[in-house]
């Protein structure tokens, strides 16, 4: 049995399924790059840098919610050096905002007010910070660092009436410590609003499966378009084999009938 040819493809078929193969993967390789993006928002890093993205108003207007930051892994005593300097600084740490037998982790990013060092650290414990009148507590033993921080925005919904983000203050060891700031990035911004988005969801369900069903309906018309042609050449070799006076017999008959006509045809040639 001859081989079957596979019939090549029409240049608009093959277009179609560029384009949609095109989509399918750019879309792939977006939710691959979005998940590297996510890892790096949580504990891990790219490249010495993470991405949170900012949850709430208390660094506005410097930093909107939704935006996505660029923080750097830095060494406290850096950190101490440049607010020395006088440097503006804003910093990402671990902060508890559940309970001691329920914590809850979150990345916090508020604006340093002081940098204390230590150098006995074991005994650091149930210290007085005084600022702004307000005196607070904490307990910085085990740690030569600890850094002082707060929310830029006096208007924050963190807020109840009457308080001040710039009188709440944290006080996170260095081993709370994630990095600096070092600026935002707009593109991931976008990026985060758009995985976010249960539109995007649903075209991540449907991309693929349009490509399955434009892809099955086209191999489904190709394969009529082939077994149409098969019939169409089984018909003609039927009706060419139908009128072959010769059907049916061996090689050796037709050319022993072949012989006969010849041998006929001089006889009649003599006469």
Sequence with gaps: MAKKEKKPKSKKRKIIEWSITGLFLALLCTVAGFRIYQAA??????????????????????????????????????????????????????????TYSKPNIQMMTHRI??????????????????????????DNRGYHYTFVTHGINKNSKQTKEGEDLTNQLQFS???????????KSQ??????????????????ILVPGLYIVITSVLELFSTLDDDEDEKLVAEGAKI??????????????KERLKKQMLDELMKKGKK
């Design 41 to 98: 928002s949580g504990n891990s890093s790219v490249f010495g840098t993470q991405f949170p993205v900012v949850l709430t108003d208390s660094m506005e207007t410097d930093y909107m919610v939704g935006d996505v930051l660029k923080v750097s892994n830095v060494k406290p005593e850096e950190i101490k050096e440049a607010f020395d300097r006088g440097e503006q600084i804003d910093l990402s740490f671990k902060w508890n905002i559940g």
């Design 113 to 138: 007010v002081d940098v204390m060092y230590f150098e006995d650290a074991e005994q650091n414990i149930n210290l007085c910070y005084t600022y702004n009148d307000n005196v607070y507590s904490f």
């Design 173 to 183: 060891r260095e081993d709370q410590l994630v990095g600096r700031v070092t600026g």
């Design 187 to 204: 593109f991931l911004r976008v990026m985060n609003q758009i995985f976010t988005s249960v539109w995007t969801l649903i075209l991540l």
């Design 240 to 253: 060419s084999t139908s009128d072959d006076p010769l059907k049916g017999l061996s090689d050796e008959d």
